[in-house]
């Protein structure tokens, strides 16, 4: 890999991960500590830490983890069309 492709994917793994953690904060309240992006070929990953909100730590404390999935589940799925609706339009990476 040339040192300018390097240089743009670190760009673009960046954007994604600002993106990511700012939408996160609007829509949760709070976004995560930290984010890592990972794009390999048309495969984006984003890891996300300490993203709970204090009422999935309040159900963690209180082992209702299968609350929490449902509710991440169905708040991925209708954040989904935002995500995609976002990055949409921004010009594609080159």
Partial sequence: MAEGDRSSLGEARAKVSKDIVRLQAEYDGKGPTRAKTYIV??????????????????????????????????????????????????????
């Fill in 41 to 94: 070929e048309d495969l984006v990953v984003v890891v996300l830490e300490e993203s709970f909100t204090r009422a999935e730590k309040t159900l963690a404390e209180r082992g209702e983890k299968d609350a929490i999935e449902h509710i991440r589940r169905r708040f991925q799925q209708q954040m989904a069309t935002i995500s995609r609706a976002s990055w949409s339009r921004r010009p594609a990476a080159r």
